[in-house]
């Protein structure tokens, strides 16, 4: 992987990392890997609500203009709603403004392929590395025109709503995150019979994710139970992921989120081979679960484009991440919040049970995750003293507990993870282990 792309596309603090001339170098960059020269070629760019993106969607789309690609602006738009019409009108390719949870200072750009999947590394890299080259630039009729679009929003709300029966007699709290959602979300769920209350669905480009949104669900759960509503979801700054709260105020995370859509789907003959695919974060809860009712499991590495790898190598259509990353590849090419949350209200209405009894077929083992900054990440995989410790606690903790050390791919941080029946070995374990990393990995 390059040294600009992370997990999740190019990010960090925008107009001093993520730079107008930045986004215009990569998109002509992306221009000439991912599209096809000569003949009239064409992509899909959203963006979320940040006030940033504004600028890094006017350089997005000259970049590729002068690289004699036809630009499709749909605006704000969630992430997964850029990556189904980037499919759906045959465009080259999709660009998405975005730092999804990040707080309103970052933005990022993601790049999706003309099946509107995320790319793969070695493109990424391929697309960094054509970065600043001499190219022949197109002149005359041969530039790329540029045109709003706002029928974008109708086409992907549209799609949505035929993935699901009636969800009349839910009651459910959306919160928007302040984000690309804050339109689309409480009007599908209405349009697709819910009663539906809207919280933190007021973007101002400066109020993404503070204080709301999948990473903060206090005033969600407060809400859910305020208004009697029969669950809440909370989807972050681009939407391609949800949480949920159930009537109660309780969280319900994706890991049992994929739970409940995995029951279904198997239910009703659809999941292929049985099979869902999870990332090592997956709580070790999900698959005990999922052993019994005889679904089997496959890990991938953090990133739902890498789950989505593993999903179309083998023709799995179920998997994600416990943050609520879902991908359903029946309907959906990336993870997507809203098309989550569809399926879980409609598992809702199908059985008639509860959000809280439909989580409750697995049990949440306490996990705890320590981020140790200030410390070599790249050394981690090599260091003998941290191998062995991660060694002799995974033999304490045995087959009931679970220890996961792994390098973050967006910041400069180890993440530590640890699984355990209670909460207090879990932390005592993490902190451990935590205590091991700086000592022999600080800077």
């Known amino acids: 992987m390059g040294a600009l792309f992370g997990t ?18 990569l998109s002509v960059s992306a221009a000439h890997i991912l599209s096809e020269v000569g003949q009239r070629r064409s992509a899909i760019v959203g963006r979320d609500p940040r006030a940033s993106g504004e600028f890094l969607q006017s350089a997005v789309a000259a970049g590729l203009a002068s690289a004699g690609v036809d630009v499709w602006d749909v605006g704000v738009l969630p992430t997964p709603a ?57 002149v005359g009729d041969a530039v790329g025109r540029i045109s709003s679009d706002s029928e974008g929003a109708d086409e992907y709300v549209a799609h949505l709503l035929t993935t699901v029966d009636s969800l009349s007699g839910l009651k ?91 029951l279904a789907m198997r239910d009703a003959g659809r999941l292929a081979h049985d099979t869902v695919v999870a990332t090592v974060m997956a709580n070790l809860g999900f698959k005990q679960a999922m052993q019994r009712e005889s679904i089997s499991v496959v890990e991938t590495a953090v990133g ?15 998997g994600g991440e416990q943050s609520g990353h879902v991908v359903m590849t029946e309907h959906a090419t990336t993870g ?32 705890v995750l320590v981020n140790v900054s200030g410390v070599d990440k790249n050394a981690l995989e090599t260091c003998g003293a941290v191998s062995d410790a991660v060694s002799a606690a995974q033999e304490q903790l045995s087959d009931s507990g679970r220890v996961l050390l792994r390098k973050s ?35």
């Open 8 to 25: 999740d596309g190019v990010r960090g603090l925008a107009n001093r990392d993520v730079t107008a001339e930045l986004a215009l170098d």
């Open 172 to 262: 459910v709290v959306v919160d928007g995150a302040n984000g690309a959602a804050s339109q689309v979300a409480p009007l599908t769920y209405r349009e697709a019979g819910a009663e539906v209350i809207a919280i933190h669905c007021a973007p101002d480009g400066y109020n993404i994710n503070r204080d709301c949104g999948s990473t903060h669900l206090g005033d969600l759960r407060k809400a859910v139970v305020e208004h009697g509503a029969d669950l809440g979801i909370g989807h972050d700054g681009d939407a391609d992921r949800c949480l949920a709260v159930d009537a109660s105020g309780a969280l319900v995370d994706g890991d049992q989120l994929m739970a409940i859509i995995a």
């Open 82 to 138: 850029v990556a189904y019409l980037t499919k759906t009108r045959s465009a080259d390719l999709g660009v998405m403004l975005s730092a999804s949870h990040n707080a309103m200072p970052d933005n990022g750009i993601k790049f999706f392929n003309a099946e509107g999947n995320k790319l793969a590394d070695e493109i990424e890299a391929q697309i960094e590395a054509r970065m600043g080259e001499e190219w022949q630039r197109p």
């Open 304 to 318: 739902d484009r890498y789950v989505l790898e593993a999903m179309l190598a083998s023709g799995y259509v179920l």
């Open 409 to 443: 791919g967006t910041e400069p941080l180890v993440r530590v993870m640890v699984e355990a029946q209670d909460e207090a070995t879990a932390t005592g374990v993490a902190q451990s282990l935590a205590q091991t990393v700086r000592d022999h990995l600080s800077l």
């Open 336 to 367: 997507d919040g809203l098309l989550t949350a569809l399926q879980v209200m409609n598992r809702m209405v199908a059985t008639g049970a509860s959000l809280a009894e439909l989580a409750g077929v697995m049990r949440r083992l306490p996990q």
